[in-house]
């Protein structure tokens, strides 16, 4: 598999090797979160926040409802609709498929298709508030990157309000709260986000933008408006998330403003249309829900750019010597330093905090002789690594010979040969700009998908 590829790449795997020489990866393999690009000047690398992306995270939560049987269907129901109390063919059983709405078509891939929804019962205890609650739940703290968009297939609520939670479902904070008329219903004024500014961006809110009229009909969504702040800091087209980044860093309340390990809705009170209840007919209000639009990612306090679900479990991929699901600590044995959140801004500006080991590591010069072993380490404990498969793998080629050192290609040198060796060489790497300048940027965008592991094996063997 390897050799035709490479035979018929050669050309452009030699400038590849011979390009990123020119910029040797000071930060080693450690720093996995960076790209390299081209630019004028030849290859570049581009650091970022380390951090998984953005996905839509209906897919990872359970939902929960209270009361536990709300959902219509046990017994069958007949439904009107709110505008015609003669109107009844909306039927709901929960024992035929067709005319089940069970929590699960809230979230279903063909998803954002209108026509699956759950449905509550309807309102028949009334006056007794029909009040339901849908719990999302993570097990995982999310980081929100787009807005809460909920679409009603049922009138919007009249009253409503969404709440997170930050401890997976011990406390509950609202988010934000929805009514047809705030004052009467929370004693809120109401406002809109054109009142929220930047030294407001943490108030709590009531709207009445998601409930008043009755013209559902037309817009059935209710929403939770996160783009709009992250405006307040990015600009209206978002193209300055360097500058919300920034604020990210230095801003807890901030950060944490976005953070969510556990959604709540609560419906408080159904669309009736009217002033007046129709107490006659029942079946004219319900909450029913075709979708909710969750769009966010794992938090892994910028110590990891992935982020897996296995096991019904999502979990950050931890770099940077942490770990932790949230990577929230520092690994066994690598407390050298307190545990510290990564940065967004990227390096060289910002820094990636990484934890370091406890023992007092092998203090050598990257100009040692690649053969010798370092003395330090027979002489150290156990946990004295200079090379392992995991964290301490050799670069460009190397082989980890029994935890010690790394045998490294010819080109290269370095503990764990992470350097060219013609950089030390009179004049440096400067001898191979030519096949820098051929270099096709196509070809250089397949190396790069094809991954760093594989380019530098590939780097070694023309090398040899
Ligand atoms: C739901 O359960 C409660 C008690 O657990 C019961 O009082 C109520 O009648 C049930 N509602 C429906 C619609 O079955
Ligand atoms: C819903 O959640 C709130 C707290 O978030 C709680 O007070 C209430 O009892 C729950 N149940 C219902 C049916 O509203
Ligand atoms: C949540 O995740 C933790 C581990 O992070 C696990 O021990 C626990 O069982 C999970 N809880 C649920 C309800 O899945
Ligand atoms: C009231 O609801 C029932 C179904 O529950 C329906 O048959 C009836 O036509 C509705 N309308 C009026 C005005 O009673
Ligand atoms: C882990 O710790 C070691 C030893 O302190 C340090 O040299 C290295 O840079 C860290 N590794 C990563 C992946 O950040
Ligand atoms: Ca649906």
Not at 165 to 182: E, H
Not at 240 to 252: E, F, H, I, R, V
């Amino acid at each position: 598999m390897i050799f035709p590829l490479f035979l018929t790449l050669q050309a452009s795997w030699l400038t590849v090797c011979q390009a990123t020489q020119h910029y040797p990866a000071t930060w080693g393999h450690y720093d996995l979160c960076k790209s390299q690009g081209y630019t004028e000047e030849g290859l570049t690398w581009y650091y970022m926040a380390c951090q998984p992306e953005a996905a839509d995270m209906t897919k990872y939560l359970k939902v929960t409802l209270d009361p536990p049987n709300i959902t219509c269907g046990d017994p069958p129901e007949t439904y009107c609709t709110l505008e015609n109390p003669y109107m009844c063919n909306n039927e709901c059983d929960a024992a035929t498929d067709e005319l089940a709405h069970p929590p699960e078509l809230m979230f279903d891939i063909v998803g954002r298709n209108p026509t699956t929804f759950w449905q509550s019962t309807s309102w028949k205890k009334y006056p007794k508030p029909l009040a339901v609650n849908i719990t999302l739940s993570w097990n995982k703290t999310i980081e929100l990157t787009d807005d809460i968009v909920i679409t009603f297939e049922s009138g919007r609520p009249e009253q409503m309000v969404l709440e997170k939670s930050l401890d997976y479902g011990r406390s509950w904070q609202p988010y934000q709260f929805y009514a047809t008329d705030c004052l009467d219903a929370f004693t809120m004024e109401p406002k809109t986000m054109k009142d929220i500014t930047q030294h407001t961006l943490l108030d709590i809110i009531c709207t009445e933008e998601y409930s008043r009229g009755y013209v559902w009909k037309n817009d059935k969504t209710v929403r939770f408006e996160i783009r709009d702040r992250f405006a307040l800091f990015a600009g209206p087209k978002l193209h300055n998330m360097a500058s919300l980044y920034g604020q990210l860093d230095t801003t807890k309340n901030l950060r944490d403003f976005f953070t969510i390990t556990d959604l709540r809705i609560r419906l408080l009170r159904p669309a009736t249309g009217a002033t007046m209840v129709d107490e006659n007919n029942l079946s004219r209000y319900y909450y029913a829900i075709s979708d909710i639009k969750v769009h966010g990612r794992c938090k892994c306090n910028l110590h990891a750019n992935s982020c897996i679900y296995d096991k019904e479990k999502l979990t950050c991929e931890c770099e940077h010597n942490t770990t932790g699901p949230d990577c929230g600590r520092c690994k066994r044995n690598f407390q050298a330093r307190a545990w510290s959140a990564g940065s967004y801004l990227p390096i060289p500006k910002g820094t990636a905090n990484i934890c370091m080991a406890n023992y007092a590591g092998p203090v050598i010069a990257p100009q040692v002789a690649l053969s010798t072993v370092p003395s330090v380490q027979v002489a150290n404990s156990k946990r004295a690594r200079v090379c392992d498969s995991e964290l301490l793998r050799c670069q460009n080629g190397g082989v980890c010979v029994n935890y010690v050192r790394c045998q490294c290609p010819p080109a290269y040198t370095g503990l764990l040969c992470e350097k060219p060796r013609c950089e030390k060489e009179p004049g440096g790497c400067g001898g191979s700009d030519s096949g820098q300048a051929s270099l096709h940027p196509p070809s250089l965008i397949l190396l790069l998908l094809l991954g760093g592991v594989f380019l530098t094996e590939i780097c070694w063997i023309t090398v040899l």
